[in-house]
């Protein structure tokens, strides 16, 4: 992951086009009058040995006559010369380059393919590349057109990032016309150096940039993925259309879940955990563009119709009930307030209808009621065209409102030629609009969905962490499974291993026979349940292979001879292994439910839930997250089945126990980290009820871990517990370990009990608490990029934070920025030093070159602390100190 040397494609101070041509309809020639027609205001190079001048510029023979090193070199010459053309630019002193050729998976003379060959000529120089086959780069505000697109962009603060040049097109065209415009517009080709994750790490902190909005068919490397998505959505808002939905191939899963967890909602749940929008489709895409680029926010959603006809209301109400949406609840007050501007025959209801004949005041003063109310969050204007009152005459009386509401109004301008000028005039003002009531309500429901999975962002966990897990009887128990050659793992066995990990289940017992059987059920106590065990049936139930509620010894017996006929009469070529025998749980109003794990190609071990049992594949109620998992996550993924309105209790049934179900979910996701042997794990069915959940049924499958990384296939790294560790402090015997989500609550304590002086010290200003956003940013770390060390200590009320030390890794791993505070009442007592060298040593250990940190000239406690840990202490340019510490040779620059 790197954004070195990213800035010199959106800051380029000269242009270098290779193969630039006079060749009408080529490549070169297309790019060249882009260039030149854009505006740019630096120096534009041309390179081509077959002409002299072109457009009234110099034409150079070849990139070392150039007077010196471009800033960015954009590239457009057949695809063998491009790894050529590539050292040569990077020897000049080049650090970037766009690569327009196509063509580059064939071969070189040397057998190696032409676009590793390009990449292994620009690495040694640090030299980035865009594309190859990329339609190219635009940088509106600077006046670069670095492509082959057919129109220009607008000047904007929307960022565009797509992998597709048909849509990179399309957006740039669409986006044109209605006066949309982009701080920069990137065209990633075959992401081959320069790839998606990348430039969200540089968009997500570019000043220049409000939103981001991304294109993309693949992702890869889930990790950084994940890393830079979660970054940048944390910044601002990015929403992604995200294609190739329809399902692979069909495959023989061997567990539900597997069969269940395709590949498009896994996607779903890492762009939601990433606190991303996702949209679906290319007019999904386009009226994301709309509303992001006016920078709306819908809270919750509740809507307002605002609209001269019945029809139209009653669309929109459909749509909105449809994509889950509600109408706002109008009070009495706004009620009355409407009463005194529209006529008496009026409905008094959302939709609020005003009637056909409406006049461009009635409008307006309808209008203004409705924002000024509290009872919505937006407001949907329908007009639909009549030949009492032009539109555009109703557009321009209520354009002053429009413009300067806070909440989002969409206009939704019903008709063809006779509302075109209304349109128009909205356009012009910068406001979203809709051709139907649908389409707005579509995107209104997407700034909903943004603002859920932004809140989800901001939420923390209750404070207490689960209790640990029998880590190494797991781990034990897997070890000899998997040395014994076991793929597919006893029901028993899949058992223990739950109980290792504080899941209950019922008990169960493994047999050979009918003897062992009529034994187990002695043991365990009847009634029984009795089920078939086959390396080579994976759904006992489709062959008969379960019989339940066996009340004594006939009936089991009975159950025993059906069960080995079926399966002989069906699946003659079974290997027959022998039988479970487990306890009947009466539970007669509990929900059967699944809980599993699977693996997905890109992003790793991902968690299932969903409503089971034996038609699991027919309900297709299921939700997925990646671990790790907290119970905030977990109540989220129940909240997204449709089991979850059953699950909440109803009429006489009472609510289940949704905290013990959340707690299963975090404990599956904690066997996917502590387990790199499970592959695929299926709880089905878990029963749910008010007195608790219990598993009945478990099957798991494993394999040999590979790589040394056990951690290696999550996309999310985990809470790092190998870190904590016990000190003695002047203070007490105290817990050195790293911040967790759990900790939020002791951390609010902790920054209330510093004095106003040590909040200064630490946020530069003044603040008596920290926001929800605060808290979840400092306690919800990226361990992939940043580590927060807190000294804690045990009390009765709970763990309390007594100091923190934190660093921000850039994402090239090369510099961190480093802060530090002990609480008031304990400074002096040597906390600070033991959090410094803490740091110091984790720094070191994961390759970072130096650390940086800021301090105020009056902190001079925190400039002497720094100095005993090798600090250099310097006045910087706006007053304050600045802070580093050089962590190896090559850390200094």
Same mark, same amino acid.
């Given at each position: 992951m790197s954004v070195r040397n990213l800035g010199y494609f959106f800051a380029p101070d000269s242009v270098a086009?290779?193969?630039?041509s006079a060749r009408g309809g080529s490549v070169g020639a297309t790019v060249l009058a882009s260039l030149v027609s854009a505006g740019f205001d630096g120096p534009i190079w041309l390179v081509n040995p077959k002409y002299r001048q072109l457009l009234g510029l110099e034409v150079f023979a070849d990139v070392r006559k150039l007077p010196r090193a471009p800033g960015l070199a954009v590239i457009c010459t057949p695809a063998p010369t491009v790894p050529g053309i590539v050292g040569a630019l990077g020897g000049l002193g080049c650090r970037a380059a766009v690569v327009l050729s196509a063509g580059m998976d064939a071969h070189g003379p040397d057998g190696i393919p032409l676009r590793q060959a390009m990449q292994d000529a620009a690495r040694p120089y640090l030299l980035r590349v865009l594309g190859p086959n990329?339609?190219?780069?635009?940088?509106?505000?600077?006046?670069?057109?670095?492509?082959?697109?057919?129109?220009?962009?607008?000047?904007?603060?929307?960022?565009?990032?797509?992998?597709?040049?048909?849509?990179?097109?399309?957006?740039?065209?669409?986006?044109?016309?209605?006066?949309?415009?982009?701080?920069?517009?990137?065209?990633?080709?075959?992401?081959?150096?320069?790839?998606?994750?990348?430039?969200?790490?540089?968009?997500?902190?570019?000043?220049?940039?409000?939103?981001?909005l991304v294109y993309a068919e693949g992702i890869r490397q889930a990790r950084k993925f994940m890393s830079a998505a979660r970054g940048a959505a944390r910044a601002k808002p990015v929403v992604i259309v995200k294609a190739g939905r329809a399902p692979e191939a069909a495959r023989a899963a061997f567990s539900h879940t597997g069969a269940l967890a395709g590949a498009d909602?896994?996607?779903?749940?890492?762009?939601?955990?990433?606190?991303?929008?996702r949209v679906h489709t290319t007019a999904e895409l386009f009226d994301a563009v709309a509303m992001l680029a006016h920078r709306l926010r819908a809270g919750a959603g509740w809507l307002a119709i605002l609209t001269n006809g019945g029809g139209p209301g009653v669309m929109a109400t459909d749509a909105l009930a449809d994509a889950g949406g509600a109408l706002a609840r109008l009070s009495e007050a706004t009620l009355a307030g409407l009463d005194h501007v529209l006529p008496a025959n009026w409905p008094r209801a959302n939709p609020v209808d005003i009637v056909g004949d409406a006049p461009a005041e009635r409008y307006r003063h309808a209008l203004q009621?409705?924002?000024?109310?509290?009872?919505?969050?937006?407001?949907?204007?329908?007009?639909?065209?009549?030949?009492?009152?032009?539109? =555009?005459?109703?557009?321009? /009386?209520?354009?002053?409102? !429009?413009?300067?509401?806070?909440? @989002?109004? %969409?206009?939704?301008? #019903?008709?063809?030629?006779?509302?075109?000028?209304?349109?128009?005039?909205c356009l012009d003002a910068g406001l979203p609009v809709f051709d139907t009531p649908e389409q707005a309500v579509r995107a209104l429901m997407q700034l909903v969905d943004y603002s859920r999975n932004q809140a989800l962002l901001t939420q923390v966990p209750a404070a207490g962490a689960l209790a640990p897990p029998d880590r190494a009887g797991a781990r034990a128990r897997v070890a000899g499974l998997v040395a014994a050659g076991c793929g597919p793992v006893a029901e028993a066995e899949a058992k223990a291993l739950l109980s290792c990990y504080g899941?209950?289940?019922?008990?169960?017992?493994?047999?050979?026979?009918?003897?062992?059987?009529?034994?187990?059920?002695a043991r365990i106590g009847y009634p029984v349940?009795?089920?078939?065990?086959?390396?080579?049936? =994976?759904?006992?139930?489709? /062959?008969?292979?379960?019989? !339940?509620?066996?009340?004594?010894? @006939?009936? %089991?017996?009975?159950? #025993?001879?059906?069960?080995?006929?079926?399966?002989?009469?069906?699946?003659?070529?079974a290997r027959l292994a022998g039988f479970t025998?487990?306890?009947?749980?009466?539970?007669?109003?509990?929900?059967?439910?699944?809980?599993?794990?699977?693996?997905?190609?890109?992003?790793g071990p991902v968690v299932l839930f969903g409503q089971g049992g034996v038609a699991v594949e027919a309900n297709a109620d299921q939700a997925i997250g990646l671990p790790p998992l907290n119970r905030v996550l977990a109540r989220d993924m129940i909240a997204r089945t449709r089991v979850a309105r059953l699950l909440a209790g109803y009429r006489d049934t009472p609510a289940a126990d949704l905290d013990g179900l959340a707690d299963v979910l975090v404990r599956v996701g904690q066997m996917a980290i502590d387990l790199p042997e499970l592959c695929e794990l299926d709880i089905n069915p878990l029963l749910a009820d008010s007195r608790g959940v219990l598993a009945l049924d478990a099957r798991m499958r494993l394999a040999r871990a590979d790589g040394a990384d056990p951690l290696a296939r999550l996309a999310i790294l985990p809470y790092p517990?190998?870190?904590?560790?016990?000190?003695?402090?002047?203070?007490?015997?105290?817990?050195?370990?790293?911040?967790?989500?759990?900790?939020?609550?002791?951390?609010?304590?902790?920054?209330?009990?510093?004095?106003?002086?040590?909040?200064?010290?630490?946020?530069?200003?003044?603040?008596?608490?920290?926001?929800?956003?605060?808290?979840?940013?400092?306690?919800?770390?990226?361990?992939?990029?940043?580590?927060?060390?807190?000294?804690?200590?045990?009390t009765p009320a709970g763990d309390e934070t007594l100091g923190v030390v934190r660093v921000v890794a850039d994402p090239d791993n090369i510099a961190g920025d480093f802060a530090i505070v002990v609480r008031s009442d304990l400074q002096g007592r040597g906390l600070g030093t033991i959090l410094m060298a803490a740091l110091l040593d984790y720094c070191r250990a994961r390759g970072l070159r130096r650390i940086d940190g800021v301090a105020l000239a009056e902190n001079v406690c925190m400039h002497a602390l720094a100095r005993r840990h090798g600090f250099t202490v310097g006045p910087a340019a706006d007053g304050s100190v600045a802070l580093r510490c050089v962590l190896r040779a090559d850390g200094a620059a």
């Amino acid at each position: 992951m790197s954004v070195r040397n990213l800035g010199y494609f959106f800051a380029p101070d000269s242009v270098a086009l290779i193969g630039a041509s006079a060749r009408g309809g080529s490549v070169g020639a297309t790019v060249l009058a882009s260039l030149v027609s854009a505006g740019f205001d630096g120096p534009i190079w041309l390179v081509n040995p077959k002409y002299r001048q072109l457009l009234g510029l110099e034409v150079f023979a070849d990139v070392r006559k150039l007077p010196r090193a471009p800033g960015l070199a954009v590239i457009c010459t057949p695809a063998p010369t491009v790894p050529g053309i590539v050292g040569a630019l990077g020897g000049l002193g080049c650090r970037a380059a766009v690569v327009l050729s196509a063509g580059m998976d064939a071969h070189g003379p040397d057998g190696i393919p032409l676009r590793q060959a390009m990449q292994d000529a620009a690495r040694p120089y640090l030299l980035r590349v865009l594309g190859p086959n990329c339609v190219g780069l635009l940088v509106p505000g600077i006046g670069l057109n670095a492509s082959f697109a057919p129109s220009a962009a607008l000047p904007g603060r929307l960022a565009f990032v797509g992998q597709s040049g048909a849509m990179v097109t399309a957006v740039l065209d669409w986006a044109r016309e209605r006066g949309i415009g982009f701080s920069s517009f990137v065209s990633l080709g075959d992401g081959q150096d320069v790839d998606l994750g990348d430039l969200l790490d540089y968009l997500g902190s570019d000043p220049g940039t409000d939103a981001i909005l991304v294109y993309a068919e693949g992702i890869r490397q889930a990790r950084k993925f994940m890393s830079a998505a979660r970054g940048a959505a944390r910044a601002k808002p990015v929403v992604i259309v995200k294609a190739g939905r329809a399902p692979e191939a069909a495959r023989a899963a061997f567990s539900h879940t597997g069969a269940l967890a395709g590949a498009d909602l896994v996607v779903d749940a890492a762009l939601r955990r990433a606190g991303m929008l996702r949209v679906h489709t290319t007019a999904e895409l386009f009226d994301a563009v709309a509303m992001l680029a006016h920078r709306l926010r819908a809270g919750a959603g509740w809507l307002a119709i605002l609209t001269n006809g019945g029809g139209p209301g009653v669309m929109a109400t459909d749509a909105l009930a449809d994509a889950g949406g509600a109408l706002a609840r109008l009070s009495e007050a706004t009620l009355a307030g409407l009463d005194h501007v529209l006529p008496a025959n009026w409905p008094r209801a959302n939709p609020v209808d005003i009637v056909g004949d409406a006049p461009a005041e009635r409008y307006r003063h309808a209008l203004q009621v409705l924002l000024a109310s509290p009872d919505c969050d937006a407001v949907l204007l329908i007009h639909a065209p009549t030949a009492i009152v032009p539109a =555009a005459e109703i557009a321009r /009386v209520l354009l002053p409102l !429009l413009r300067g509401s806070s909440r @989002p109004v %969409l206009c939704c301008w #019903l008709g063809g030629p006779s509302v075109a000028e209304a349109r128009r005039l909205c356009l012009d003002a910068g406001l979203p609009v809709f051709d139907t009531p649908e389409q707005a309500v579509r995107a209104l429901m997407q700034l909903v969905d943004y603002s859920r999975n932004q809140a989800l962002l901001t939420q923390v966990p209750a404070a207490g962490a689960l209790a640990p897990p029998d880590r190494a009887g797991a781990r034990a128990r897997v070890a000899g499974l998997v040395a014994a050659g076991c793929g597919p793992v006893a029901e028993a066995e899949a058992k223990a291993l739950l109980s290792c990990y504080g899941i209950p289940a019922v008990a169960t017992e493994v047999v050979a026979d009918e003897a062992g059987a009529l034994a187990a059920a002695a043991r365990i106590g009847y009634p029984v349940a009795l089920k078939i065990v086959s390396p080579d049936i =994976a759904h006992k139930s489709d /062959v008969g292979g379960v019989a !339940l509620d066996l009340a004594d010894a @006939p009936a %089991l017996r009975e159950a #025993l001879a059906r069960m080995r006929a079926r399966v002989l009469a069906l699946r003659p070529q079974a290997r027959l292994a022998g039988f479970t025998v487990q306890a009947m749980a009466r539970r007669p109003r509990a929900l059967e439910l699944i809980v599993g794990l699977s693996l997905d190609p890109v992003f790793g071990p991902v968690v299932l839930f969903g409503q089971g049992g034996v038609a699991v594949e027919a309900n297709a109620d299921q939700a997925i997250g990646l671990p790790p998992l907290n119970r905030v996550l977990a109540r989220d993924m129940i909240a997204r089945t449709r089991v979850a309105r059953l699950l909440a209790g109803y009429r006489d049934t009472p609510a289940a126990d949704l905290d013990g179900l959340a707690d299963v979910l975090v404990r599956v996701g904690q066997m996917a980290i502590d387990l790199p042997e499970l592959c695929e794990l299926d709880i089905n069915p878990l029963l749910a009820d008010s007195r608790g959940v219990l598993a009945l049924d478990a099957r798991m499958r494993l394999a040999r871990a590979d790589g040394a990384d056990p951690l290696a296939r999550l996309a999310i790294l985990p809470y790092p517990d190998a870190l904590e560790r016990e000190v003695d402090t002047a203070a007490g015997r105290l817990t050195l370990r790293p911040i967790r989500p759990e900790d939020a609550p002791a951390h609010q304590d902790f920054f209330r009990a510093l004095s106003p002086r040590d909040v200064h010290f630490r946020m530069f200003g003044s603040a008596r608490e920290l926001s929800d956003a605060q808290l979840a940013r400092f306690t919800q770390i990226d361990y992939a990029r940043e580590m927060a060390f807190i000294l804690s200590r045990r009390t009765p009320a709970g763990d309390e934070t007594l100091g923190v030390v934190r660093v921000v890794a850039d994402p090239d791993n090369i510099a961190g920025d480093f802060a530090i505070v002990v609480r008031s009442d304990l400074q002096g007592r040597g906390l600070g030093t033991i959090l410094m060298a803490a740091l110091l040593d984790y720094c070191r250990a994961r390759g970072l070159r130096r650390i940086d940190g800021v301090a105020l000239a009056e902190n001079v406690c925190m400039h002497a602390l720094a100095r005993r840990h090798g600090f250099t202490v310097g006045p910087a340019a706006d007053g304050s100190v600045a802070l580093r510490c050089v962590l190896r040779a090559d850390g200094a620059a």
